[in-house]
């Protein structure tokens, strides 16, 4: 039987199954494949940076990136020293996003493929995102597609940073980087067990550490409780529109002072405050049952222990 394009499925509210379907859109392929392609080169070369500062025991220099495109261009197979970054890193987002992607499918939703985002410095990547094209029938569908991607990245993050914290080096004195990276809670607990009573400034991050700590800052920004991030949707399945609307505005409120310490809190602030803070109805409005509430508690504990409030200082 050849394809309707047409994805059937089954939603529970109002007491009842209801079936529902939705036109599948045409996979892009080539756009797909493009940006995927252009981020993994991008990491990579983010990659060489720090494959080459962490071999010569020294931090992070900014100008190693562009040496990396040179390399690039002329095809020297050096570059591809990165991909001890840029691999783990990859890894990481697409399981995040797959995790959105095949809860979508699941539920009948159509959900495009993930789109990467290169960036020629800033760990190479700006993340990546899909797009759901249904609309939401029920909290419960919202929460289980808004959680999964967080619980798959991360899942997926763990073993990269146990590894690589355990390949990282010390050093005898503390480390004066022009770009220092933040610390956050779980990365330091890893780092107190292995190397006790070590100070973070020492220790000189081995490249699977940093994508580890790409994976729980790109983690830590989708779990924002605002808008249509990943926070937002699990935010709203659990109070509704108007404790939605609230919390986000509190939200970019404290974003923007936080601003006062960290300057691009206030572009996110910003953003969100014009573009973020409203979230699509559901049709549904019956609250989640005792696992999701549990769940959420997950979805705290994977923010807390991912966020940082300076990402990234320069010198």
């Not at 599948?24 to 720090?50: E, P």
């Not at 550490?209 to 830590?220: D, P, S």
Request: charged content about 15%; aromatic content about 12%.
């Amino acid at each position: 039987m050849p394809d309707s394009g047409f994805s059937p499925s089954l939603e529970r509210w109002d007491g009842e199954l209801h079936a529902g379907s939705s036109l599948r859109s045409a996979v892009r392929w080539g756009l797909h494949v493009a940006l995927f392609a252009a981020t993994l080169l991008s990491t990579t070369v983010f990659g060489f940076a720090l494959e080459h500062a962490f071999e010569l025991r020294q931090p992070l220099n900014p100008e190693a990136i562009f040496d990396g495109y040179g390399l690039l261009e002329h095809l020297d197979r050096h570059v591809w020293l990165g991909l001890s970054f840029s691999l783990p890193l990859m890894t990481i987002l697409l399981c995040h996003e797959f995790g959105h992607y095949f809860e979508c499918r699941r539920r009948g939703l159509d959900a495009s493929l993930p789109y990467f985002l290169p960036s020629p410095t800033l760990l190479g990547t700006l993340g990546a995102f899909i797009r759901i094209r249904s609309p939401f029938y029920t909290r419960e569908g919202l929460f289980d597609v808004g959680i999964s991607g967080p619980i798959a990245g991360f899942i997926a993050l763990l073993p990269f940073l146990v590894a690589g914290v355990a390949l990282s080096h010390v050093s005898p004195a503390p480390l004066h980087a022009p770009v220092t990276f933040g610390t956050p809670l779980l990365m330091r607990a890893v780092e107190i067990i292995l190397f006790p009573g070590v100070s973070p400034s020492r220790i000189l991050l081995h490249p699977m550490a940093m994508a580890a700590l790409g994976g729980l800052l790109t983690t830590a920004i989708n779990l924002l409780p605002v808008g249509q991030l990943d926070g937002g949707h699990i935010l709203y399945a659990l109070t509704g529109e108007r404790w939605h609307h609230r919390i986000s505005t509190v939200l970019v409120i404290v974003l923007a002072l936080l601003g006062l310490v960290y300057w691009p809190w206030c572009i996110w602030a910003l953003i969100l405050f014009f573009f973020g803070r409203r979230h699509p109805l559901t049709y549904d409005r019956s609250p989640l049952k005792r696992g999701r509430l549990v769940l959420s508690g997950a979805a705290l504990f994977m923010f807390l222990a991912s966020i940082c409030v300076v990402p990234v200082s320069v010198a």
